[in-house]
């Protein structure tokens, strides 16, 4: 499944962390879209990716940002596809907490599904928007399924090694 999904970043020094929420997609079969896209340095940008993304193929933008993190919902602005804001620690940032309220923090009406700070938030980001695509695709949805069965089992060996 290629190119439903896109995962969309402020910069290029965001690619660290988000190369987790990247790995997660292909590990479910998902080859996303991914661009570096801008609130601030290129918002005209921005606008066009939101505005053009559903006839694009888009089902689920993922949005990651550090700082002043308004990307997610500057994309939301513009679609009416569901975007997941995952906000990230930057190196001039106080722990990501900047960019956790200026993702989560959106007004009534134009929603941006926020995760985790930083790598956890890369990866549940990524296992949220294929619960989406699971909705609709049994595929998936038996791939979600499984990947808790081993999860589980994983946590259930740390206990017995211990
Ligand atoms: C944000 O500013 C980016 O998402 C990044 O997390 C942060 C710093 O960007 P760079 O100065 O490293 O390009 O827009």
């Not at 340095?41 to 933008?61: H, L, Y």
């Amino acid at each position: 499944m290629d190119k439903v999904i896109a995962v969309v970043m402020g910069s290029d020094s965001d690619m660290s962390t988000m190369k987790s929420c990247i790995d997660k997609l292909k590990e479910f079969g998902i080859e996303p879209q991914v661009r570096i896209i801008s609130a601030h340095r290129t918002p005209d940008i921005a606008a066009e990716f939101a505005k053009s993304a559903a006839a694009d193929g888009i089902k689920v933008i993922i949005a990651a940002a550090g700082m002043a993190a308004h990307l997610a919902g500057a994309l939301a602005a513009g679609t009416m596809l569901p975007v997941i804001g995952v906000p990230l620690v930057a190196s001039q940032s106080p722990a990501g907490i900047d960019a956790l309220l200026s993702t989560a923090q959106m007004p009534a009406g134009v929603p941006v599904a926020t995760m985790a700070i930083g790598e956890a938030g890369a990866v549940n980001a990524a296992i949220f928007a294929v619960q989406i695509l699971a909705l609709s695709d049994q595929k998936l949805a038996a791939k979600l399924t499984d990947f808790r069965k081993a999860q589980r089992q994983k946590t259930i060996e740390k206990d017995s090694a211990i």
